[in-house]
T-cell receptor, first 116, second 111 residues
Framework: GAVVSQHPSRVICKSGTSVKIECRSL??????MFWYRQFPKQSLMLMAT?????????EQGVEKDKFLINHASLTLSTLTVTSAHPEDSSFYIC????????????FGPGTRLLVL | GENVEQHPSTLSVQEGDSAVIKCTYS??????FPWYKQELGKRPQLIID?????GEKKDQRIAVTLNKTAKHFSLHITETQPEDSAVYFC??????????FGTGTSLTVIP
């Protein structure tokens, strides 16, 4: 149980285009999902917390107009990198929290974004 | 906000020896401390966690200890095996449920 999928697994795009990444909880309802960014050989940096049916909460320094997050259902959250630039190239990982009582987060497999 | 520090950044041990990774946190309100293992190019996998009302937890070769007063917690792996080689992250979580991760420890177990 507690499987989280992410799509696409990797994407290459041209500078200036927008890229959407989907995060799905496959066998449980996720009231809260989280988006992280990970640079090579570095830690996971929390970008934002996504609650179903409400606006995402962004961490300090993360541009909400740049990284649009939508959590339209209990099993799906999307991250859209708008007007992507080479510096946005990174590994983006989502996680999902099962229900409201358990703290454990289950991670998706990640999306590697390369902006040319 | 929460600040989590992790040491060492790299660790090499001989197969069969023990490995210890230490983390400190800054927010006394943090009450949940998971440890994740991440292999290259893969997702982080939860290996053990501990809540603030517990001082120690063990699961086979893996154990975690927590000192709330000092605000530090440690991961202990005994009888290490080559397949334990990976990057390990500690994290701290408080009332906001967000995880704040340490900087990671790259563990290499030498056969």
């Amino acid at each position: 149980g507690a499987v989280v999928s992410q799509h696409p697994s990797r994407v290459i795009c041209k500078s200036g285009t927008s890229v959407k990444i989907e995060c799905r909880s496959l066998d449980f309802q996720a009231t809260t999902m989280f988006w992280y960014r990970q640079f090579p050989k570095q830690s996971l940096m929390l970008m934002a917390t996504s609650n179903e049916g409400s606006k995402a909460t962004y961490e300090q320094g993360v541009e909400k107009d740049k990284f649009l997050i939508n959590h339209a259902s209990l099993t799906l959250s999307t991250l859209t990198v708008t007007s992507a630039h080479p510096e946005d190239s990174s590994f983006y990982i989502c996680s999902a929290r099962e229900g409201t009582l358990r703290e454990t987060q289950y991670f998706g497999p990640g999306t590697r974004l390369l902006v040319l | 906000g929460e600040n989590v520090e992790q040491h060492p950044s790299t660790l090499s041990v001989q197969e069969g020896d023990s490995a210890v990774i230490k983390c400190t946190y800054s927010d006394s309100a943090s009450n949940y401390f998971p440890w994740y293992k991440q292999e290259l190019g893969k997702r982080p996998q939860l290996i053990i966690d501990i809540r603030s009302n517990v001082g120690e937890k063990k699961d086979q070769r893996i154990a975690v200890t927590l000192n709330k007063t000092a605000k530090h917690f440690s991961l202990h792996i005994t009888e290490t095996q080559p397949e334990d080689s990976a990057v390990y992250f500690c994290a701290a979580s408080g009332t906001g449920n967000q995880f704040y991760f340490g900087t990671g420890t790259s563990l290499t177990v030498i056969p």
